[in-house]
């Protein structure tokens, strides 16, 4: 469907934090995303994650991809069997002054945005944000530690431009009551 990025797909036990952790091993190896499907089902009384992304290499072709897989294979199933933090992998790979740098570009206007009417059983969080190395594992990573688990989402980037939904649940799998968490959630996702 992307013919500019290389696709893979990991199905696997769903848990809280299993996007973030997903992302953090993309990220580590150095591919960028350009697009995603991440879907949560039942499958008897446990819940399987079916998780779709399609990747580049950081200077925005798939000939790096590749030659990425073998050590993103060994990352994925460190951080899905819950051996490596994905936290520690990132700093690990990529320190605190990575040489990884965002490119310079255009600035572009954070927007949250909630519908809780879209859905009967989900809410739905739109997040649309300047692109850069890891947004995808720290909006991830910022929901599971809001507790918050991400049943559904269609990641998009944009030229520079992210434009991420989320179908989100409470631990307990209600919606989120807007009224009193909305400015939480805004707030983190922002920081």
């Known amino acids: ?40 089902h039942p499958v008897g009384a446990e819940r399987e994650a079916l998780d779709l992304f399609w990747v580049r290499d950081q200077n925005g072709s798939t000939d790096g991809v590749e030659a990425s897989m073998p050590r993103l294979a060994r990352d994925l199933e460190e951080v899905c069997s819950g051996r490596v933090d994905p936290a520690d992998l990132l700093r690990t ?37 300047k692109d850069r190395p890891g947004l995808l594992y720290t909006l991830a990573h910022t929901f599971h530690e809001l507790s918050l688990s991400i049943k559904l989402s269609k990641i998009n980037t944009e030229g ?23 400015d939480e959630i805004r707030n983190a996702l922002i920081r």
């Open 1 to 40: 469907r992307h013919p500019e990025a290389a696709e893979f797909c990991i199905v696997g036990d769903d848990r809280p934090g299993l996007l973030a952790g997903l992302a953090a091993a993309i990220t580590a190896n150095r591919l960028e995303v350009l697009t995603a499907e991440v879907y949560s």
């Open 93 to 129: 790979r990529l320190g605190s002054g990575s040489p990884w740098r965002e490119r310079p570009s255009p600035a572009v206007p954070t927007e949250i945005l909630f519908d809780n009417r879209a859905s009967p059983r989900h809410t739905i969080v739109e997040v649309y944000a």
């Open 160 to 182: 520079t431009r992210v434009a991420d939904v989320f179908y989100v649940s409470e631990s307990d799998g209600s919606k989120v009551a807007l009224d009193a968490r909305r």
